[in-house]
């Protein structure tokens, strides 16, 4: 991106990129993917839950389920040479399987059903990394329609796994909208659980790909919309990573990397894959080489974990616009601007920015990281898009430490709200005039009090 070319003229650039990749397969094998796994998610859900309905009024080892249950394990199978993993996630009255939603005859009560029966359990989908035999099938329809126990959905997946039942997974219950809840409603989402959520959904994608299974993508997305909907604040970047540093640092580089791309007037549709992006980004180190299934094995070094990521997205099945921007993205987040091979696309650079920033600040103190951003502008990173970063983070980029004139100690964790208050964000007070910490956290606005200066960690 050069200097006075606007980010609306370089997200052009960046989808003509993509429409290139795209052009055969949009035009051909997604459509045709979307347009199978409808018909084929159709007769899936339906013999599922036939089979679970079977149970209220058959014992499993009637005759009665011979033919629904193979023809169950023989969609199953069609399926996973299809799509690798299989996601179903239910949500209110729609269900998706993998990325694409799948539509039910309206008389119909089977995600109605479905939703109950997970529910039950406390689930609210289902992964199947690999297809079940009759047998298994029978295992689970059983286990699925029987009584829950003690947190429901763990002990299911215990019942399963005991059983030999290793193939699914449950996925946990997730809010896309409340029935009845209007626009405003839905914009006011707890920023405190839309975070718990993006991380669960970061670590269980985490963990899914250590195991060499497929992620659910969509609750990642999903988790991502809710961190928009309930607004992007400094104190996203502060989030503490002591329990689970990989996810903690996906979480504030996808934040800051949304906080960018709105910055740069990008749709709230891109900003939402950037999002996603973001927490994919350091996927790559989740791949073994080398290793089997029951051997530890080791990450990727450094150099290779972004080919390694890409890679690793390459196995979701299908071509759609959201998956190529992911794997471009995870594939780029490491090169510089000037890079003699090619220039990243513009989800790349920002991520780099965003993840460089991040990683510094956590090293040496958001101070020095934005001072070492300004220096690589131009060279290392886009100067716009690290315009964007010092405009949006201000004098005192979150995570600051301040010491006012009152003998206060205060940390930033406001984002600038005006040309006016460039220098002086919101913060929270650490240690009180007299040297102690405040029994809870108390805001102040430091556009109503003298900075000292930075203070000593």
């Known amino acids: 991106m050069s200097e006075t070319a606007g980010p609306g003229d370089d997200l052009t650039r960046a989808q003509a990129h993509l429409d290139r990749s795209l052009e055969k397969s949009n035009l051909g094998g997604d459509r045709a993917l979307a347009a199978l796994l409808r018909e084929e998610g159709q007769a899936f859900l339906s013999l599922m839950v036939g089979c679970l309905r079977m149970t209220r009024v058959h014992a499993l080892d009637n005759d009665a389920f011979d033919k629904p249950v193979a023809e169950l394990e023989s969609m199953m199978r069609r399926l996973a040479k299809l799509l690798g993993a299989v996601h179903v996630v239910v949500v209110e009255d729609q269900v998706y399987l993998n990325d694409v939603r799948v539509r039910l005859d309206s008389r119909s009560d089977t995600v109605a059903e479905l939703r109950r029966q997970l529910a039950h359990h406390g689930a609210g989908g289902l992964s199947f990394h690999e297809a079940m035999s009759e047998e298994e099938i029978r295992i689970f329809v059983r286990l699925l329609s029987g009584p829950a126990g003690d947190p429901p959905r763990v002990a299911l997946a215990q019942a399963m796994q005991a059983k030999g039942v290793t193939q699914v997974q449950l996925l946990g219950t997730f809010r896309f909208r409340v029935s009845g809840e209007g626009g405003e409603a839905l914009n006011q989402v707890d920023g405190a659980m839309a975070e718990r959520r993006g991380r669960s959904a970061i670590t269980e994608a985490w963990s899914n790909l250590e195991r060499q299974r497929m992620p659910n993508p969509l609750p990642v997305r999903r988790a991502v919309g809710e961190m928009m909907k309930a607004g992007l604040d400094g104190e996203g970047l502060l989030l503490d990573g002591a329990e689970n540093p990989h996810g903690a640092h996906a979480m504030r580089v996808s934040k800051l990397a949304m906080v960018l791309s709105e910055s740069l007037g990008l749709s709230s549709g891109s900003q939402q894959d950037l999002g996603v992006a973001g927490l994919f980004h350091d996927i790559g180190y989740a791949n073994r080489e080398g290793a089997t299934k029951t051997e530890p094995g080791h990450s990727p070094p450094f150099a290779r974990h972004a ?150 960690a």
């Open 307 to 456: 080919t390694a990521g890409a890679r690793l997205l390459m196995k979701q099945r299908g071509f759609h616009e959201s998956k190529i921007r992911r794997m471009l993205a995870v594939l780029e987040h490491h090169l510089d601007l000037q890079d003699p091979v090619a220039t990243p696309t513009l989800f790349g650079r920002i991520l780099r920015v965003a993840e460089d920033f991040d990683n510094l600040s956590q090293s040496y103190g958001p101070n020095r990281a934005m001072r070492h951003m300004v220096g690589g502008s131009g060279s290392l990173y886009d100067p716009v898009i690290v315009q964007a970063l010092v405009n949006r983070l201000g004098r005192w980029p979150p995570g600051s430490l301040l010491e006012l004139e009152s003998g206060q100690v205060v940390v930033c964790t406001g984002f600038v709200r005006d040309p006016d208050r460039f220098a002086t964000p919101m913060a929270s007070v650490v240690l009180d005039a007299d040297g102690n910490e405040p029994s809870q956290p108390s805001p102040i606005d430091l556009a109503n009090h003298a900075i000292k200066g930075p203070a000593r």
